[in-house]
Nanobody
Framework: VQLQASGGGLVQPGGSLRLSCTTS????????VAWYRQGTGSQRELVAG???????GYSESVKGRFTISRDNARNTAYLEMNSLKPEDTAVYFC?????????????????WGKGTQVTVSS
């Protein structure tokens, strides 16, 4: 099982980017797909998540600016990032989780994609 994250880049403050996370299996197999980020010298933090019932959650720092969504037909989750700030600069990681006991995974499954760099700078 693999995740492929893409979409990072350099953007000016106030700009927008869309990150994509494509799974190698049916994305609805996962209970949750989430985006994390890690800035230089910082701990990895949860940014946004979407459950397979389409409920979503966001960190306070991105609420109202970022939107997580999912295209089931493409097995892809997206993170739409608007009104970007320099403090959003980080490596962004995609994470997909199957809870223990679900979908035949006794111990669950936690899959991470490689990070994609987002740099917000003028």
């Amino acid at each position: 099982v693999q995740l492929q994250a893409s979409g990072g880049g350099l953007v000016q403050p106030g700009g927008s980017l869309r990150l994509s996370c494509t799974t190698s299996i049916n994305i609805l197999s996962f209970d949750t797909v989430a985006w994390y980020r890690q800035g230089t010298g910082s701990q990895r933090e949860l940014v946004a998540g979407i459950n397979n019932d389409d409920t979503t959650g966001y960190s306070e720092s991105v609420k109202g600016r970022f939107t997580i969504s999912r295209d089931n037909a493409r097995n892809t989750a997206y993170l739409e990032m608007n009104s970007l700030k320099p403090e959003d600069t980080a490596v962004y990681f995609c994470d997909a989780v199957i809870e223990p006991g679900h979908k035949g995974y006794v111990f669950g499954l936690d899959v991470w994609g490689k990070g994609t760099q987002v740099t917000v700078s003028s």
